[in-house]
């Protein structure tokens, strides 16, 4: 392999040797969300970093939190859930109701809540925090096979990275699939109607894009999911209700009702 | 608790032990406005912050109102009404219309209403205001239960806070969050047709949005109501019809008339 | 009443004695305009700011100068209409189109004309204009019951203030709040469509807001006229039809006809 | 009348003895184009300054040259066509097609035609031309009773005045005002559609407004005109077909056919 | 003729002496476009500036190649070819597909292909190429009376001319109008509806619009073809169909069909 | 050939000398995507530059990375892939799922992928990449017959080229022309619907257009594809439907079922 300058130049007689190329068998990591896995081949793509866009009140902060509970209860796999917008507190609060006791998870060391503080007096740039070695260093001793960032999208607006927002996004998504972890980046949309959708450079980037709508059906908002793009796996472009219950959340197919 | 340059790293032996954590029961705050509080499991999460949006004219101040003087009335809890926009003198005639005597709440100490003066020459910058540590101080001695603020956006937009808006708006949120009231921040909006609404930082950053709107519907520009997000709360997402009457607000199911 | 740098924190124990506070009763102010009056319980709310807003050709103009004329013809109150786009010839000769004489009205020391010459050789900062303490002093003297601003958007779009463009608003509402007359700012608006409306931080500032439209039925434009907010006021939300005949502007119930 | 840092203050014992504000009597300056003068009483108000607006092609050209020739020939009034964007021998030629022999109108005086040449090597800013003292001297010394600048948005964009594009306006305009003349500025719309327009500066800034339109029915774009503002006239607001034809353009009223 | 810094003041004794205001017969320019003369009176106004505006992929740069090379073959008339986006070769295959030579008619010095690089290290800014006196010296002298810019658009956005663009546009039209040619500017067109174009700047400035379009019908783009503008002329404004077949464009009238 | 500052004037009896010139028979270049090239006689213009534009999720790798591998495996022809979103491993991972194994065609020294790290920290600026002599020289030296970019959007948001991204689109262009390889450009689109396209520089510089689409039919985003633009090419422009199925891509034509 050759570098001219940061550009990785693959010659056939080097790079396939390397033990990475060879294991191109893909592993799904199963999301636990009734109704959903089976619309992406059961599950995400290993090591794939999916964003879920939505409005504000689309239930983007469940689809992340029964991601991470489920891989701990379900599946045996450790996860992390890093805040910005919404404390701890709250988020336990919001999983008990569901039926599921993150203290006691994260009791168990089964997963981790990292809540960074954005406050202008205390806290400090999160794209900083969220590169800094020492604390990649301790995510990587975690070693979790699940990880949450709600929202990159406030990352991206509270940090002021000197190379600018592009490459600081590349930057971050670069330390998660370093990590060998399966990750959710949360995204804020600001609008809203499929099909007139402006996509954001986070949505390039990303190797998935689950898209979740309030739609305004009759006199009520209506809550719809739709697979937008994953690589690597055969999804369904359909799109899907849902609905919050009492377990969490719940997709149905349109078409079979 | 870790702290790296204001991360919060919460391991799972440390905050637990938090009692704040262990307090798992949420409680809810009734607005007491007629029809509303079935729509939200009975009020609004306490300590939460709740946004109320709409163009101007979509009854903002009378809803903020309400939850006060309610609050003082109903539920015996103290109140604090922070007022920028509209002088205390106004807001008290426009109560008498409800028959309710803010006066009199005013003087048995059970509300407070806080002018902010933004003039030039006398006034200066809201987020100064409503950040100093004096201000703050005495907030917290009287020790309300509900606050509203109307409206952040005339915060915001008459602010220049050193470290940008989006961080001064996390700052006053902070403060709000730390008082252990329930707080609702009036939002102005500059355009209304749900589901072609463009969303703002304020809104992310909130634990729920009432959008209220004037619609046209054959001639005539009706009020309508909904309930976008609210944060570990089952609400409802439909489209309520709402009047001012001579009591108030009066929200109705369209469903069942 | 304590001020913490610029914030007026009202006590109960304080604000009430103050003898505007026990004057709940708010009088109304007619405009006189045929048929528009019963649509905002009898007149706009004394001493309050309104919005008249509207695209070029939508008769601003005109409602502002029937107010001004009938309030000195009809309720023998002094008026002042300040005129920034249209001279003063110009202004009696469109009224005495409607039978008014409002050079004898000048006269007879009922009115004034104030016109602000904004040529950039002769003329300067309105804002610099409208808040001059000479000029306010002389407003105050002739002690107007109305006031008319015609265009308050010219006004901002012709000043250049210190203190910027939000705050030089409230800066001129404040003189007006202050003269205890009660005022139409005539606005100027970009587009019409009611419904798709983009609202501006004039609006939020004022206490109500009438919005004048001509909009296309058929293969001609149409006058409407909907009053979309107005503070301590029950009124109509309806879009009413308007035309000019012979007298000034007459408003029809359209759910009448 | 006093004047306090370029206001105008008028008081009723002096305005009212200026002579002109005696003669009240609005006359009429007829266009001579078939089928229009009856859709604004006879003809644009005296002295007034009306923009024509339209997007390329909606023949405001040739409206502003009927509307001089006219003057010329049927009612014996002196006129002046100021070109930007078209030369004079195209402007002769176009007219010649129509019957009009411009040439022998600008041989006898009874017309000038001024070409503003804004080559960046030959020429200069078009706002200092067109309120450059010798040239006004001269213009008021030709004394036209018409005149026509086409386009008042090819002096602006070619202008950068010190004081300010809005400023500028205002100055153009009173120079125009001040030379008795009654004025069409031609306009140039970006975008068409009626009941979708955005309002720009010229419009709110102009006594009056027609509005050209070239609008797509069935799969011909065919002509509309509508007086959307006209100041001291009861004008109609509907939308008028025209066509051009062998002897200029002929407004149909499209109710009566 | 009298030079007020830079502006011509045409008086009547002056200009009609001029040769050219008296040959006041205007010639047409036929594209030898099969359908298309027949919309314009039968041909382009001589020494007019036209537009061909369209989306990508709209048959603009063929329009303007079978203008020059049926000026060349038909009409007996030199033309020069001048492209920016699409290199020689590349024109000359395309045309070929079409029956036409264009090799020989430039070996027998009929036509001149002028392509300008614009490669950051060996070309430079498009404008000063074409203003350059040496440049517009060789045009003069091989006097083509047909002249084809592709694109317009492409010389404005890679120069950087000291005047500004507006300026820069029209200096470029001086010195094609003062060729003696009739010319077509290839414009690139952002969005394509008829009926909500938004004008630009080139639009205004030329003499002439042509539309050309592909057009949504059914799972089909389909190619129109819109005459928006032209001076001097009476030509339709339908919406035309047409056809790229073995020779070229080929327009037909859809009312005929 | 005379060469005025970077402008090339091609006379008569230079260029067509040039054996380039002369060699006017263009041939095609298949892609090998079932059901595709028919649509567009057979193939892409050999050494020409296609725009593959979509919203994410439209298959646009998939695209070029069979146009890659057909090549290689169908038409014995050398291909590289130019890869700054997506890790070669995915990429490999991802064409195992249809039968393709890349790693065979990167040994066999058929295909290269190459994969450009623009992480900031060891990474540099694409533009800088791609123009750099050494990497063109080993591109020249390797010969390959197709060249894909994925993406040519990313290239421009990452780099910050001297002469501005205008500039920088042509000089990549002119690279890859001149390297007589027929190329694909992978375009990022911000919206997607037909008919409401905004173009961008991109489309305007390429020789030809290739739009995917997701596009909302009753509760499913189904897929399309429409050939906008092609040079030197009799193409459809109809909107053919397409599927991913376990080969590849596989287009339909819509107008046959």
Same mark, same amino acid.
């Given at each position: 392999?050759?570098?001219?300058?940061?550009?990785?130049?693959?010659?056939?007689?080097?790079?396939?040797?390397?033990?990475?190329?060879?294991?191109?068998?893909?592993?799904?990591?199963?999301?636990?969300?009734?109704?959903?896995?089976?619309?992406?081949?059961?599950?995400?793509?290993?090591?794939?970093?999916?964003?879920?866009?939505?409005?504000?009140?689309?239930?983007?902060?469940?689809?992340?939190?029964?991601?991470?509970?489920?891989?701990?209860?379900?599946?045996?796999?450790?996860?992390?859930?890093?805040?910005? *917008?919404?404390?701890? &507190?709250?988020?336990?609060?919001?999983?008990? +109701?569901?039926?599921? =006791?993150?203290? !006691? #998870? %994260?009791? $168990?060391?089964?997963?981790?809540?990292?809540?960074?503080?954005?406050?202008?007096?205390?806290?400090?740039?999160?794209?900083?925090?969220?590169?800094?070695? *020492?604390?990649?260093? &301790?995510?990587?001793?975690?070693?979790?096979? +699940?990880?949450?960032? =709600?929202?990159? !999208? #406030? %990352?991206? $607006?509270?940090?002021?990275?000197?190379?600018?927002?592009?490459?600081?996004?590349?930057?971050?998504?670069?330390?998660?699939?370093?990590?060998?972890?399966?990750?959710?980046?949360?995204?804020?949309?600001?609008?809203?109607?499929?099909?007139?959708?402006?996509?954001?450079?986070?949505?390039?980037? $990303?190797?998935?894009?689950?898209?979740?709508?309030?739609?305004?059906?009759?006199?009520?908002?209506?809550?719809?999911?739709?697979?937008?793009?994953?690589?690597?796996?055969?999804?369904?472009?359909?799109?899907?209700?849902?609905?919050?219950?009492?377990?969490?959340?719940?997709?149905?197919?349109?078409?079979?009702?």
């Amino acid at each position: 392999m050759i570098y001219i300058r940061g550009l990785i130049y693959i010659r056939g007689d080097i790079n396939f040797k390397n033990p990475k190329m060879t294991t191109l068998k893909l592993a799904r990591v199963p999301t636990g969300i009734e109704g959903f896995d089976d619309l992406i081949e059961g599950g995400l793509p290993e090591q794939s970093i999916t964003l879920i866009t939505g409005t504000p009140g689309t239930a983007k902060t469940i689809f992340g939190l029964e991601f991470i509970a489920n891989g701990a209860r379900k599946y045996g796999e450790k996860g992390v859930f890093i805040t910005i *917008e919404e404390r701890p &507190e709250s988020l336990c609060r919001q999983f008990q +109701r569901f039926g599921y =006791d993150l203290e !006691s #998870l %994260v009791e $168990s060391k089964k997963i981790k809540i990292i809540y960074i503080d954005t406050d202008s007096h205390r806290g400090s740039d999160p794209y900083d925090q969220l590169t800094n070695p *020492e604390f990649v260093a &301790e995510l990587k001793a975690f070693a979790p096979k +699940r990880i949450v960032v =709600d929202s990159i !999208s #406030l %990352v991206i $607006s509270l940090s002021s990275p000197p190379s600018g927002t592009r490459r600081a996004l590349g930057d971050i998504a670069n330390i998660f699939r370093e990590l060998d972890a399966t990750t959710l980046f949360m995204h804020e949309r600001k609008t809203s109607a499929l099909g007139e959708l402006e996509y954001s450079l986070e949505e390039f980037l $990303s190797d998935g894009i689950i898209h979740l709508q309030l739609h305004l059906r009759g006199n009520v908002l209506q809550r719809f999911l739709t697979v937008i793009k994953m690589r690597e796996t055969k999804h369904s472009t359909g799109v899907y209700s849902f609905i919050i219950d009492t377990k969490g959340l719940k997709v149905f197919d349109l078409r079979k009702i």
